[in-house]
């Protein structure tokens, strides 16, 4: 069983910065494709950035692009969100998700249908962004 765990979330201020960290376990020898969604109170869930399996292809939302960085680390599954220049309107609960079956990430974001994409999901980490 895949189980996807966040951490990293908390209060911060206008234009400070956070980094998110996830991690997903249980399917040894597998990397999965991974992203980051949110979702603000009285929202829908939306796509915020996703990274490839080898960490080569990185896509974002474009409110976030050029503040927000996704990375993963070299040899397993555990991926990070680093948030600068952070905005109230980035105040959301911050999910991660891990993608074994596909399909490609181009593609999913292309038909907007990266969320469904995703096959497992962690429990999500607050971010409050106070003005």
């Known amino acids: 069983q895949v189980q996807v765990v966040e951490s990293g979330g908390g209060l911060v201020q206008l234009g400070g910065s956070l980094r998110l960290s996830c991690s997903a376990s249980g399917r040894a020898g597998t990397r999965f494709a991974m992203g980051w969604f949110r979702q603000a109170p009285g929202k829908e869930r939306e796509f915020v950035a996703a990274i490839d399996w080898s960490g080569a292809e990185t896509y974002y939302a474009d409110s976030v692009k050029g503040r927000f960085t996704i990375s993963r680390d070299g040899a397993g599954n555990t991926v990070y969100l680093q948030m600068n220049s952070l905005k109230p309107a980035d105040t959301a609960v911050y999910y991660c998700?891990?993608?074994?079956?596909?399909?490609?990430?181009?593609?999913?974001?292309?038909?907007?249908?990266?969320?469904?994409?995703?096959?497992?999901w962690g429990q999500g980490t607050q971010v409050t962004v106070s003005s």
């Open positions: 998700a891990a993608d074994e079956t596909g399909p490609d990430l181009a593609t999913a974001l292309r038909m907007g249908t990266m969320i469904q994409a995703m096959d497992y």
